[in-house]
């Protein structure tokens, strides 16, 4: 499968040059000039890493800083900056304590990263207590809470072993509706990743239409 990577980046001088530098190490490039305006094209592909060019990164985050952290906190993401002067491309990303260089980040990070759509809903920093189970019908839950939670799904604090693409069931303890909503894994962060709360990002599968207002109410 093709390297798929999305930039993000003003309209400018830089925004060329990233392009061409990317082109040179071998990805598809998408562009986007905002963090907001996110076009159905873009939202419809998946891509293995995210780069930010700084100056439209820090512009965003003065406009809606849990926005854009929760829209890139599920793939290897790295910051740009270009060198007007001498033309430098400035790469940073998590793994390195230091800059590093484009092919680098793709190489480590994105090549055998796994696929991701953008997040389309936005997801909110609200704690839940719930009861995890692996089987329907389980009989000893796994007791957890919520990092955050959108319409669509939920990123929940686990050191347990999953695996992506299996099902789980999810009872809430705040939702007045008992039943327990079925739920696909779509990301896992295992425990003693770099600077990362391990996990489980789930989307929501079954929602009744009362757990769904529920849901609404509870997000605002």
């Known amino acids: 499968m093709e390297t798929r990577v999305l930039l993000f980046v003003q309209e400018g001088s830089a925004k060329q040059k990233y392009i061409d530098a990317l082109t040179e190490c071998g990805v598809n490039v998408f562009v986007s000039s905002s963090f907001s305006d996110l076009s159905d094209e ?34 290897p993401v790295s910051h740009l900056m270009s060198d007007e002067k001498t033309g430098i491309i400035r790469c940073c990303h998590i793994s390195k304590d230091s800059c590093s260089n484009l092919r680098d980040f793709i190489d480590s990070q994105c090549t055998n990263a796994v696929p991701q759509k953008i997040r389309e809903e936005i997801r909110r920093e609200i704690n839940l207590h719930l009861s995890l189970y692996k089987l329907q019908n389980g009989k000893r839950p796994e007791r957890s809470i919520t990092k955050n939670i959108s319409s669509g799904g939920c990123f929940i604090i686990s050191t347990h072993r999953w695996k992506e693409g299996n099902d789980i069931w999810i009872g809430f303890k705040e939702m007045k509706d008992s039943n327990l909503i079925r739920a696909q894994i779509r990301t896992v962060v295992k425990w003693g990743e770099i600077r990362q709360i391990p996990g489980i990002g789930v989307e929501f599968n079954e929602l009744s239409r009362f757990q769904a207002e529920e849901l609404a109410s509870i997000l605002g």
């Not at 990164?57 to 793939?75: G, M, T």
Request: aromatic share 12%; with cysteine.
């Open 42 to 75: 873009i939202c419809s592909q998946t891509y293995h890493g995210l780069l930010l060019d700084l100056p439209t990164k820090l512009k965003a985050i003065r406009e809606n800083k849990s926005y854009v952290y929760h829209l890139v906190d599920k793939f």
